[in-house]
């Protein structure tokens, strides 16, 4: 991004986000390798998106694939781990400062591409950066898929694949992911219909994402009718509905519990959450 990028002030912008990257790759490294003791590779399907994005000669391709789609993803991913995993105060003092970072990546991104993408482009280089948002979606999507988690648990891809596709709560989950892509698509002029059209096919809810949320008076409604996103963004943002990850002893398997209002650390008694926490 900074070799590629025609101008100057750019440039300068570029180096700070390739600090500021290789701080996030490295505090998430030290976290995985020396609290977790784990260590996975890039999901293939995102290995090949990386690769196109960073091969390409044109600098609108490198911004748009890394600015737009994959930041625009990573801020949604870790603004719902932020909300799903509030009692590890150390990750989401991570999360929220690298958060902070990946906001400004991407609203720089919009701000690049914005003059050469509603103006600048012919009718054709218009429709190459269509076909990229296209497979770049599909990529996306599949790396959503967990295939690689199905694996390394030694699960039947052929049972847990298309459970993952069908299932509501990761329909709404992908689904969410998404909504900080579809606006700024839709910003960039580029929410053409072949797009909509390949984010229909997937289930990524563009019709939501595109009015940018949901009204708060349409909130139940939608909840009742049974749309995953809206089931989804219910039950990670209502205190009663909020899950945690209840590990029993060593080699036992992690499962998730409903936490009740009463039982949730935000609502407990703040001289209670200290004696709990020392």
Same mark, same amino acid.
């Given at each position: 991004?900074?070799?590629?990028?025609?101008?100057?002030?750019?440039?300068?912008?570029?180096?700070?986000?390739?600090?500021?990257?290789?701080? %996030?790759?490295?505090?998430?490294?030290?976290?995985? #390798?020396?609290?977790?003791?784990?260590?996975? !590779?890039?999901?293939?399907?995102?290995?090949?998106?990386?690769?196109?994005?960073?091969?390409?000669?044109?600098?609108?391709?490198?911004?748009?694939?890394?600015?737009?789609?994959?930041?625009?993803?990573?801020?949604?991913?870790? =603004?719902?781990?932020?909300? #799903?995993? !509030?009692?590890? !105060?150390?990750?989401?003092?991570?999360?929220?400062?690298?958060?902070?970072?990946?906001?400004?990546?991407?609203?720089?991104?919009?701000? $690049?591409?914005?003059?050469?993408?509603?103006?600048?482009? $012919?009718?054709?280089?218009?429709?190459?950066?269509?076909?990229?948002?296209?497979?770049?979606?599909?990529?996306? %999507?599949?790396?959503?898929?967990?295939?690689?988690?199905?694996?390394?648990?030694?699960?039947?891809?052929?049972?847990?694949?298309?459970?993952?596709?069908?299932?509501?709560?990761?329909?709404?989950?992908?689904?969410?992911?998404?909504?900080?892509?579809?606006?700024?698509?839709?910003?960039?002029?580029?929410?053409? !219909?072949?797009?909509?059209?390949?984010?229909?096919?997937?289930?990524?809810?563009?019709?939501?994402?595109?009015?940018? =949320?949901?009204?708060?008076?349409?909130?139940?409604?939608?909840?009742?009718? =049974?749309?995953?996103?809206? $089931?989804?963004?219910?039950?990670?943002?209502?205190? %009663?509905?909020?899950?945690?990850?209840?590990?029993?002893?060593?080699?036992?398997?992690?499962?998730?519990?409903?936490?009740?209002?009463?039982? %949730?650390?935000?609502?407990?008694?703040?001289?209670?959450?200290?004696?709990?926490?020392?």
């Amino acid at each position: 991004i900074v070799q590629s990028v025609p101008w100057e002030e750019a440039k300068f912008y570029a180096a700070n986000q390739v600090a500021d990257e290789a701080r %996030h790759v490295e505090v998430y490294h030290r976290y995985l #390798t020396e609290k977790l003791a784990v260590n996975y !590779p890039v999901h293939p399907d995102l290995q090949v998106l990386l690769d196109q994005i960073v091969e390409d000669s044109r600098w609108d391709i490198t911004y748009l694939g890394m600015q737009i789609l994959v930041e625009g993803l990573a801020l949604a991913a870790f =603004g719902t781990m932020r909300i #799903t995993m !509030p009692n590890e !105060p150390l990750l989401m003092d991570i999360t929220e400062r690298i958060m902070a970072d990946e906001a400004r990546h991407v609203a720089f991104g919009v701000l $690049s591409l914005a003059k050469l993408y509603q103006g600048e482009l $012919s009718s054709a280089e218009r429709r190459e950066r269509e076909e990229f948002v296209i497979e770049a979606i599909q990529l996306l %999507h599949g790396r959503l898929l967990m295939d690689p988690v199905f694996e390394r648990l030694g699960w039947d891809l052929s049972v847990w694949r298309p459970w993952n596709e069908q299932n509501a709560f990761q329909k709404g989950f992908r689904q969410m992911m998404f909504t900080k892509i579809v606006p700024n698509l839709k910003r960039l002029g580029l929410l053409s !219909p072949q797009v909509r059209e390949c984010l229909a096919g997937l289930d990524l809810g563009v019709h939501a994402a595109d009015r940018g =949320g949901t009204h708060h008076h349409q909130h139940r409604s939608r909840h009742r009718s =049974g749309d995953p996103q809206e $089931s989804l963004r219910c039950s990670l943002c209502r205190p %009663h509905a909020v899950y945690r990850v209840a590990a029993g002893a060593r080699g036992s398997s992690r499962r998730c519990e409903p936490v009740s209002r009463a039982r %949730h650390p935000a609502h407990r008694p703040a001289q209670q959450r200290g004696v709990q926490a020392r």
